[in-house]
């Protein structure tokens, strides 16, 4: 009779432990990067956001004091032309850190309105531009201006790069 050798399976096991083992710290490297890639994108939307709503929180209040000036040139105007040289003398006077610019809406050579343009910066690359149409109201609670245009510009250009380093170097 042939005599059986027992197989020992120490040789199958340890394979599949040596190799459940390097899964499982791939993966858990794989998380990890993940995890913080995903944590440095979160921080950057954060930032950027906060420096947008700041920029919004400086137009308001460039357009809330603009609403007391239009309110007190109203109520000191006797008529619409006084009205418009009233916002005209008293938004040329105020200054602050936000870019502006008043511009007369004309219509067969009288003034109809007014646009007013606040530039505020948000980041190096962007700025937020808001426009206001100015209007001589009707009555005392009727609008003073009208938002044009609320918009975030981005000041870079795209600039595809479409090559390859194939070889090192340059």
């Not at 357009?63 to 105007?77: E, K």
């Not at 619409?80 to 916002?87: G, L, N, S, V």
Request: proline share 1%.
């Amino acid at each position: 009779m042939k005599k059986r050798r027992e197989f020992s399976n120490f040789g199958f096991s340890t394979i599949l432990l040596t190799f459940s083992m390097i899964c499982i710290v791939t993966f858990s490297a794989l998380a990890f990067v993940t995890a913080n890639s995903d944590y440095k994108l979160s921080k950057r939307v954060a930032d950027n956001n906060s420096s947008y709503y700041r920029a919004c929180e400086k137009v308001w209040d460039e357009i809330s004091q603009i609403d007391a000036i239009l309110a007190s040139a109203y109520d000191g105007s006797p008529d619409k032309a006084a009205y418009y040289e009233a916002i005209k003398t008293a938004l040329s006077d105020s200054d602050t850190a936000i870019n502006k610019n008043l511009a007369e809406n004309e219509s067969n050579g009288k003034v109809t309105g007014l646009t007013y343009t606040i530039t505020c910066t948000v980041s190096d690359t962007q700025t937020l531009t808001v426009k206001l149409d100015i209007n001589y109201p009707v009555h005392r609670q009727d609008a003073f201006y009208k938002i044009k245009q609320w918009k975030l510009n981005t000041d870079t250009a795209f600039e595809e790069n479409d090559t390859l380093n194939l070889i090192g170097g340059n």
